[in-house]
């Protein structure tokens, strides 16, 4: 649940995200959505879990686990990575920062009990503790095109003016904050502890304006950017059908972990069958996730995975069978017609 529940007006309309209580909307939807496109807006994400990882064996334990290379995180840089079946199908994805003598694994909401359970079934008798701080900490975030100009003038003492993606920093109040090693489309958050998360929340507020889960969701799915149980489904996605290499969620220069094989194997032959692509249809009727995408001969070509609608229109992202789209082939939702185009910030070809 939100650490704003008991903070904010009773105006405020609130939603279920994965199950778990937010903001909803703050205003008007096209007005939220608005600054996230031109300016910046900030965003309550302290129902989102966090998992701390602690012990001398700490980054050893998780390096062979996790898809990306532990061994660069330090207190200046993290690093987005994933949690895959040895067969290579996706369990969870998170960024992990380093906090003192601790990793920080920022994560979907509700999944921070599963995720210890399954760290745990590694653990044996490594000099590691796993432990859910979902409780203790709230990250909020701030995110658009101004973002990086909001956040300098908000912590003079951290040099993020030029800061790289996954640059990470620690200000004076001793809030940790990054720079979301995405995708600059993400923005940046913050971590702050849950007693102090309200009036950091109002602080930044008086700066910028919020947007509430709706029209951040509207703003992932237009940017193509794809989220862990929605575009990445547990034990059926493949890491690279949504992107996650461009997204530097994988590093193949690492060495072994859990489910390597599988995603070598799909990345350097270049068998992928399925992509996830951006798709849009002129409705005012709610998409569901999981509603097929049909060919012209009304055989499934895949599933929309996450859909908001704005002005008139449905803007998806889909999880396609890469060969429908190449050849050209008409697709539709629900009896509409849709265009399909893949992510601009993806290299892959559409062959």
């Not at 001793?174 to 009036?199: C, I, M, T, V």
């Not at 072994?256 to 692509?277: I, S």
């Not at 890469?322 to 070809?349: N, R, T, Y």
């Amino acid at each position: 649940m939100s650490l704003l529940k008991s903070h904010l007006e009773q105006s405020i309309t609130w939603s279920l995200d994965s199950g778990e209580e937010a903001p909803a909307q703050f205003s008007d939807i096209a007005k939220e959505l608005h600054e996230l496109n031109n300016n910046a807006a900030l965003i309550d994400f302290s129902h989102h879990d966090q998992v701390e990882i602690s012990g001398d064996e700490r980054v050893s334990f998780l390096q062979g686990l996790t898809t990306n290379q532990i061994k660069d995180i330090t207190a200046d840089k993290c690093v987005y990575s994933t949690m895959l079946t040895p067969q290579g199908r996706f369990l969870w994805d998170y960024t992990i920062c380093e906090t003192g003598d601790t990793l920080t694994l920022m994560t979907e909401p509700g999944q921070g009990s599963h995720l210890v359970k399954s760290l745990n079934f590694y653990l044996m008798r490594t000099k590691a503790v796993v432990k859910d701080v979902s409780s203790e900490y709230g990250v909020l975030a701030i995110v658009g095109p101004k973002a990086t100009k909001i956040v300098s003038e908000l912590f003079l003492d951290c040099a993020t003016k030029d800061a790289p993606l996954g640059a990470t920093f620690t200000t004076s109040d001793n809030f940790l904050l990054w720079r979301d090693p995405r995708h600059e489309d993400f923005g940046w958050r913050l971590l702050a502890e849950s007693e102090k998360y309200p009036q950091l929340w109002k602080k930044i507020s008086e700066k910028i304006s919020p947007a509430g889960y709706s029209a951040w969701e509207s703003y992932r799915i237009q940017k193509g950017l794809p989220r862990g149980g929605k575009e990445l489904i547990p034990n059926k996605t493949l890491p690279l059908e949504a992107s996650l290499f461009d997204l530097n969620g994988v590093n193949f220069q690492k060495g072994c972990f859990v489910g390597q094989e599988t995603t070598a194997r799909t990345h350097h032959r270049g068998t992928l069958k399925k992509r996830v692509f951006q798709v849009t249809l002129e409705t005012e009727n709610t998409i569901i996730d999981g509603t097929p995408v049909l060919t012209s001969s009304q055989k499934e070509a895949g599933i929309v995975t996450s859909a908001s609608l704005h002005n008139g229109y449905c803007h998806a992202l889909a999880m396609l069978r890469v060969s429908d789209v190449a050849k050209g082939d008409e697709l539709s939702i629900l009896g509409h017609k849709v265009s399909v185009h893949k992510p601009i910030w993806a290299s892959w070809e559409l062959t």
